[in-house]
């Protein structure tokens, strides 16, 4: 019997790494470090929080792994 539902192997790997806790995310300072953005790989975090850091011209987003905030 098949599944009405394709198998997507990067969404499954995606919520095993949820489950184990690698969950990055963006906090933003300037709404009391509120939860702005959240990626399973550290470096795609990073990679945002510098652009927007870029963009704003000052340290205004964090990168923080889940449970660490």
Same mark, same amino acid.
């Given at each position: 019997? *098949? %599944? $009405?539902?394709?198998? &997507? $192997? +990067? /969404?499954?790997?995606? !919520?095993?790494?949820?489950?184990? %806790?690698? +969950?990055?995310? +963006?906090? &933003?300072? &300037? &709404? #009391?470090? /509120?939860? !702005?953005? %959240?990626? +399973?790989?550290?470096?795609? !975090?990073c990679a945002l929080t510098e652009e927007w850091n870029g963009m704003e #011209?000052?340290?205004?987003?964090? *990168?923080?792994?889940? #449970?660490? /905030?």
């Amino acid at each position: 019997m *098949t %599944s $009405p539902e394709p198998f &997507d $192997p +990067v /969404a499954e790997f995606n !919520a095993l790494l949820f489950e184990a %806790s690698s +969950v990055w995310d +963006v906090l &933003d300072r &300037d &709404d #009391g470090w /509120a939860l !702005a953005a %959240s990626f +399973v790989v550290k470096q795609q !975090a990073c990679a945002l929080t510098e652009e927007w850091n870029g963009m704003e #011209g000052r340290e205004r987003f964090k *990168t923080v792994k889940r #449970g660490r /905030a």
